[in-house]
């Protein structure tokens, strides 16, 4: 039998590692962990502000966000694997102690701190980039409004019903020139001087697309051939 030496406890109760049980090895162990994390949160759209750009919060993001905050702690013989539990901000750690699998745990503070991302920010301010004119068949206007407007998502601040067709004005130029060739809509851009921006020229962007009517098909027309007695062919004689 194997008495801890620092609390008296039998290994006939609880796991060892080496020469002590598992709970004093928990407490000698020097794993180093980042205290406290913050991140912002947009109070609009929920997106989170990580690793340097505004991106949605979903599963991805918050598995990632659990690998960096993970990331910060170490030991000197390695951690095999961790989690980390937001609802209780602790982080559960399995180390290599002396060739032994180890769990030791660490409370990680996360702060989230409520602000507004950028594109929320622009859309509140009416800000945009570029325009898209939407000109010709009616039909194909409209449906092809609803098509951008799924591809754009939020990035369309405006539309403006107009006699001559609709014009979408979009934040990003960016954004808009990939929204149209993923709908396969071939379109002619124009610059206009909006600004300037720390000595650096601003441009509008607009993009015009043209929508045509559809080809009608013309209906062949079979000609009609009547039919003729053959004895009335010619001119008939008079008879005497």
Sequence with gaps: MIICPKCGITNDKVQFVNAFCINC?????N??????FE???????DNVFFRGKWVPWDAKTEHEMEKSILSKCKYKDGIIRGTYDRAHSLAVLYLNVAREQVRVE??????????????CSRMSGGYFEAIIQLRGNKDKIEKNIKRLQV???KQVVKIDQLKEGVDLYVMSTRETGAALSKARLPFNTSKSLYGEKQGKRIYRTTFAVRLADPVKKEIPVEETIQETNP???GDNDDED
Excluded at 39 to 45: A, H, I, V
């Design 151 to 153: 591809l754009l998502g």
């Design 25 to 29: 090895t928990k407490e000698t162990v």
């Design 231 to 233: 004895e009335d062919d």
């Design 39 to 45: 991140y912002q949160k947009c109070k609009f759209c």
């Design 31 to 36: 794993v180093t962990c980042q205290e406290k």
């Design 106 to 119: 660490r409370k990680i503070e996360v702060e989230v701190k409520i602000s507004t991302c950028v594109d």
